[in-house]
Every structure is written in C-alpha cells, then in structure tokens.
C-alpha cells in the first residue's frame, strides 16, 4: 500500500529565508505525488504534481519539489518565504483507483 | 465557476442527533468524495463515488452514509451523531483520469455535543 510521512509538524522560518518540508513516500510501484496547502478555514489548494515525467516539478508561488527515488523523498522547497505562505502543507500520494493518501501535514510558520 | 460547494459552512449538533451535508459541484467530475480532517492525521477518506448512482467505502465509513443520487451532488448523513465525529468534513471531485488532482470545497466544520 501506499504512504507518505510528513518529517515534521511544525516549521518555522523567518520571511526571505528558504522553506524546506519533508516527505518521504512508500509505494510498490512509480507514485503519482502532491503537495497541497490548505490556509486557515479554507480547502486544500493544488501547488504541485509529480506524475513520472521531469523529477524537479514547479509549482504555483514559487513552490518546487524534487523527486528522488533513491531516497523515497518528495520535498517541497522555496527559496524565500513570504508571510502569505503560512498555512498548513499536506503531501499526498495517489493510489489505485484514483485515490489519495494524505501526510499528518506540516504547519508552517512566517515570522517576521 | 464555483467548483465544489459545501453546505452548510458549520454546525453543532447535540449526540443522537442526525443530519445530512451537502456537496455540488459543477465540472461535470465522476468522482466525488468525503473525507474528514482532524489534527496530526491529515485528511481520510470516509466514503467516495465513481459515479452517479455508485458509492463505495474508505478508509473511516462506520458512522456514515452516502447518497449519489444525482451526478453533481454528493450527499454525506450522519444518522445519530456522536462526539468522536467532530471534525471538518471536506468534499472533493476528480475527473475520471487517474493523475488529475482533486478539487475540494472549502470545508463543514462539525461540532457534536
């Protein structure tokens, strides 16, 4: 079956510095991956797929994610952090019959 | 275009009682699905459909009902609401295609007293 791991719960950076959250995926086979952010009250939002073509995948406000095979990881990167990305992120892989399995979420958090 | 709509927005309700959420969306998607949100576990599926007039279960069914009756509306019920069901409930819909993502309303945030 498979899974995600979210590494952390909580981030925390502060504006103009880079943001890293992790995932790591299990899968029996090449997975289709997400990462979705959901800001306060609000659904979750697409920024990015991974679907077996180019590994390094750009997504919307500046977010980019790096499959890596080797290590099972699918991280989500920015180079600076703006107060607008506080929000909650989810990876999220895509199983058999069009289903999604969804990390614990890692809140991250913008200071000033 | 409004996507996926979710009502109502919140709700409290006392244990025993029942209720339905409603979910409408208007891509004309397939797949429609009801998932519930608590914190640390991100979002589970409780129940989805791949069709009008199909339903199937998730990952957390027991508690839950579903009804699809009409391709643009996905119906969630609870029969006799219990305070382990406090959540915020999300809808989504998916074309048919495996790798398209999910589109997903923005949320029934549920109270059981």
């Known amino acids: 079956a498979q899974s995600v791991t979210q590494l952390d719960s909580h981030v925390s950076v502060s504006e103009g510095t880079p943001v890293l959250l992790r995932c790591n995926y299990s899968?029996?086979?090449?997975?289709?991956l997400f990462w979705y952010v959901q800001h306060p009250n609000k659904g979750l939002q697409l920024l990015l797929k991974?679907?077996?073509?180019?590994?390094l995948v750009k997504g919307i406000n500046g977010f980019e994610a790096e499959f890596k095979k080797s290590e099972t990881s699918f991280h989500l990167t920015k180079p600076s952090a703006h107060m607008s990305d506080a929000a909650e992120y989810f990876c999220?892989?895509?199983?058999?019959?069009?289903?999604?399995?969804f990390g614990g979420g890692t809140r991250l958090m913008v200071k000033p | 275009n409004a996507g996926v709509t979710q009502t109502p927005k919140f709700r409290v309700l006392k244990t025993g009682q029942s209720m339905t959420l409603l979910c409408a969306q208007d891509?004309?998607?397939?797949?429609m699905y009801w998932y519930r949100q608590d914190p640390g576990m991100g979002l589970r599926l409780i129940h989805y459909?791949?069709?009008?007039?199909?339903?199937a279960k998730g990952e957390v069914p027991d508690g839950y009902n579903v009804s699809r009756l009409k391709k643009q509306n996905f119906l969630l019920g609870l029969e006799s609401a219990a305070p382990s069901q406090t959540s915020v409930y999300f809808c989504?819909?998916?074309?048919?295609?495996?790798?398209?993502?999910?589109?997903f309303g923005d949320g029934t945030r549920l109270s059981i007293l």
């Open positions: 991974y679907t077996s073509a180019a590994t």
């Open positions: 989504a819909s998916s074309d048919i295609q495996g790798s398209q993502p999910q589109h």
């Open positions: 891509m004309n998607h397939e797949y």
């Open positions: 999220v892989v895509l199983n058999a019959g069009n289903m999604l399995t």
């Open positions: 899968s029996s086979y090449s997975p289709s």
């Open positions: 459909s791949v069709g009008e007039g199909t339903t």
